[in-house]
């Protein structure tokens, strides 16, 4: 399974961006998708989780502010992000649950500065 990762940036405090991912290589839709994030000298943390049939897990540091949500025909996952803070600036990495099985895609950088 690989996971392509798109739409990270930099932007201002109070900004927006979307991330989008979308999972290939397997005949089996993912489980789960969602997206982590590691910011530099801190641990991977969860930041949002949605399975095929719509339930979300979203962390409390971003509730309200990030939306998580996914294009089952397209194996895509979206992570639409309002108000951003300067804490919020990581690498996030997306990641899929296929069959018992995790898959991680390579980082998109979110920066958020003025």
């Known amino acids: 399974v690989q996971l392509q990762a798109s739409g990270g940036g930099l932007v201002q405090p109070g900004g927006s961006l979307r991330l989008s991912c979308a999972a290939s290589?397997?005949?089996?839709?993912?489980?789960?998708m969602g997206w982590y994030r590691q910011a530099p000298g801190k641990q991977r943390e969860l930041v949002a989780l949605?399975?095929?049939?719509?339930?979300?897990n979203t962390a409390d540091s971003v509730k309200g502010r990030f939306t998580i949500s996914r294009d089952n025909a397209k194996n895509t996952v979206y992570l639409q992000m309002n108000s951003l803070k300067p804490a919020d600036t990581a690498n996030y990495y997306c990641n899929a649950l296929v069959r018992g099985n995790t898959y991680w895609g390579q980082g998109t950088q979110v920066t958020v500065s003025s």
């Open positions: 949605i399975s095929n049939g719509g339930s979300t």
């Open positions: 290589g397997s005949i089996f839709s993912p489980d789960v």
